[in-house]
């Protein structure tokens, strides 16, 4: 049966494979846009080709539409050892076309695969797409990028963040470019503070083994937040080129810093208790299992930044993710300063207004101050919305297209990796050190007591 790419996905029996990569995938292979795949599956598990068919089967069968049949056929599992290059050399034979090597692993796996694939005879047209987090600190991810740049040209290596799939978060370019009445108030004149936040009523999930060595500030503000953080204060590119883009984005990332580079001012940390979210039960999260409770892994994590440029400069720019809240949020918002006189006789709305761009439910808000009803001088507080038509594809969906067809825009550049870890790493030393006390608040709540929540 003819093929034209093969994707081994290396992780295949990974959360990651089952919830997000393959479902993308089918999305792909349902809108036609995919060529004829042939599927390798390859993990530690000693599964069996129909293992694999079956996990293929029902993380593909709702979308993948009448190609699915054939793309079962093909498809096949080699239990191996990534980190090893005798058995990568043989996992690549089994490839009928061109490879797609997919490192779905573990950061520090997947640092071992590359160095083992430096002794590997890679075939003609690889290509080499690495997961998020890259490496597992500055210095590795550093090291990460000699040896990627070592091993392929750099237009077939893809840093994946999904982040940068999601329709949204990519609109954040279109959004600002093309309305001026956004991007004339982008800037320190008009914006008092920025958030870019995701906060999740989703607990642990049983992904101790991926996530107790991670937490939230490495899982999600190290690589996702940083990533929307320079889409939204980077100045706009003159083209979408992945060299235009990337170097508006890395310029931003070079521009930021931890607020006063003081971690122990701008940054706090927490971890969940026993509580309830949405009705479900959740254990505190040091008994969950798999966890080490004394690695005093945070599940919710708060930064302050400052990004030093003429648009930015002495804004705080804040970043928060954690898990097992009670209400959950994911947007980048702009809150607006004060105007600079009312008329008197006029009364404004308290609080201040703001631009929120929320990426999950998709949707634009723009407060605008109007008279109410009753006595006209007296203002109060009106949002203008709009939903964004959510994308044809999964995130996953727009990210493989985007590879299979050679185009790196939407993906993460290496010194864009080193730069987010550049920007942590101080928080991640002081954390380590215990110098930042490690809070606690229950599951379902809005965080620790004390921390006032984001308007
Ligand atoms: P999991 O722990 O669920 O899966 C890890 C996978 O790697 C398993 O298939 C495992 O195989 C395989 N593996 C580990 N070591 C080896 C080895 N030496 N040789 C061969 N296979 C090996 O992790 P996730 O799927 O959650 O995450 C994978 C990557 O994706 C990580 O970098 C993560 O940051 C990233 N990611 C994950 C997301 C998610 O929601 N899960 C979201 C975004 C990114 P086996 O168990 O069979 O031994």
Known sequence: MPTDRTIIVLGATGDLAERLLLPGLASLVGL???PRLQLIGAGGSDWSDDDWRDLLGRTMAERAGEALPSILERARYVRTDATDA???RALLAAATAPPLLY????PSVALDTVAALAAV???DGTQLALEKPFGVDA???AALNERLAALLPQERVFRIDHFLGMSTVANLIGLRAANRVIESVWNRDSVERLEIVFDESLALEGRAGYYDGAGALVDMIQSHLLLVLALATMELPSSLDPADLHGAMLQALRATRVRGDDPLVSSRRARYTAGEVEGRRVPDYADEEGVDAARGTETLAELVVDVATPRWADVPIVLRSGKALGATAAHVRA???EPAHLPR???AAPGAPAITIDLAPERLAIDLDITGEGDP????????TAAFAAGALEPYGEVLGDVLAGDATFTVAGEVAEECWRIVEPVLEAWRADRVPLQSYPAGSQGPEGWAPLP
């Open 121 to 123: 005879e890679l075939p």
């Open 335 to 337: 809150v607006l300063r």
């Open 377 to 384: 001088s007296v203002l109060s507080r009106v949002a203008l």
């Open 103 to 106: 490192l779905a692993l573990p």
């Open 345 to 347: 006789g006029i009364s």
């Open 32 to 34: 036609g846009r995919a």
């Open 139 to 141: 210095a590795s991810a």
């Open 86 to 88: 005798d058995a990568l």
